[in-house]
């Protein structure tokens, strides 16, 4: 394709041409220089050796060598696509987004991905699916970076290397690569127990998706929206896929990773290019934002809870269409770098602990996997709404900066008066009161049950997908060598439910250990058994 058929996003909705079409009537170099021959070093004599001259040479072996960049620390293999957001309106009294008024249309990339597995790794494996949106707004760029699954293994960001450092391959054979099998896993989640919410629904189906165009997408945090008097509400992200909510069974998910592990990635692409554009309904859970923040006895800070839709029903506030793949993987999918933190006015962040850490780690750890704090300007990264920042130089800049006086304030080139008074439409942090002794290490209480959910959800579970259950967890602790890590576990699923406990120890062939905490036995949610079923359309 020629440059023109490309924009700078690679977005089919206007954006600037900036891709290079790699064709034409001769190759030059990197400088433009006519080439003869790239198909033999300059030597001496036709049997060499090759001379250090031949600048063609070193020019095209040094770019080669430098070809891959560090892949991401988690969520290593993806798949991406543009689209487009169209807001229904019906937030509009909630949030000032202009995203989110009535009928606002939005380009967004999305990149779904697995957590654990390395680029190349299979697609069908047991584990948590990535699922993020880049919305280009004309307010600047808001990301909603989440996951398949509604709850996170940790509740504090501390956490978060400990739980990858025991999902991750064992560190001597850097095995297994991708699946919730080994001592390492069950070894913390077991012994760090606000972990098993999560484990669960990674041994349920939701484990082991048929699809990226049939997954639930999750905020997992609760965030706060914003309106254009300032009322805050707190609010959960759902996404739900249109095109239903089905998985894979586990012989069929084994068979697939050996014959197609690039399963996943082709489903998504291949429907695009056939013009079956997967939709996804964007809803919100919405909740008084009061002192406490806790709804219904839920800590509404706690991200390895979540909130049944019995109790607060997902409401539709808009719908998301994927309807072009990318031009070149790397220049969009590999260098798009997702931030919880790229917020716009109306949308703010809470002080769920997990969130707070999210907010430093992913502009960290981009500025190493991307080479430098420039790479907002590749053009994936580009924001849609003009950029007037003070940022100067740094590796990788590619921008020819004019003006004299990077700083503020400034009296040489009218810099930006920030008039006072009046509404820029600029983001505004929410104001909040903390009275608190600063230095606390610990949680709330608040966060202390770490299993009355985890039976909830697997009581409200059909007997075919808590026998997948059951199989799961056999399977999986049937890998531990260490056998006082099945057993710790089966002692953390005594507290969850008793018969799961005990058909898994049946399964592995240990005795059933008994509850050693009192959990609320409450009666499956019928929410929840809706939960993946097809929306209707608003
Ligand atoms: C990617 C850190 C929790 C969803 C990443 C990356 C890091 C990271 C370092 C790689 C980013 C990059 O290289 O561009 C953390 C930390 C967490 C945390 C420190 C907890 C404190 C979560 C949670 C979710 C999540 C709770 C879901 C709600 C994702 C997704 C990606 C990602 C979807 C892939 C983004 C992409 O497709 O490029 N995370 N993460 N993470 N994280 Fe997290």
Sequence with gaps: RGPEAVSATGSPTGAPATARAQSGQYLTTAQGLRVRDTDHSLKAGSRGPILLQDHHLREKITHFDHERIPERVVHARGAGAHGVFRSYGTAANITRAGFLAKDVETPVFVRFSTVLGSRGSADTVRDTRGFSTKFYTDEGTYDLVGNNIPVFFVQDGIKFPDIVHAAKPHPDREIPQAQSAHDTFWDFVSLHTEAQAHTMWNMSDRGIPRSYRTMEGFGVHTFRFINAEGRTTLVKFHWKPKQGVHSLVWEEAQII??????????????AIEAGAYPEWELGVQTFPDTEDQMFEGID???PTKFVPEELAPVQPIGVMTLNANPTNYFAETEQVAFHPGHLVPGIDVTNDPLLQVRLFSYLDTQISR????NFGQIPINRPHAPVNDMLRDGMHQQAVHGGAAPYHPNSLDGGCPFLAGQDLGA???VPEEVAASIKERRNPASFDDHYSQVGLFYRSLSPVEQDHVIQAYTFELGKCYEKSIRERQLAALANVDAGLCAAVAK?????????TEQVAESDPSPALSQVGKTWPVA
């Design 257 to 270: 990773n050996g014959m197609d592990p690039d399963f996943h990635r082709r489903d998504l692409a291949d």
């Design 300 to 302: 509404l800070l706690d």
């Design 370 to 373: 991307l080479g430098g704090p």
């Design 427 to 429: 983001f505004i942090d």
């Design 507 to 515: 399964g592995l062939g240990l005795p059933a250990p008994q509850a």
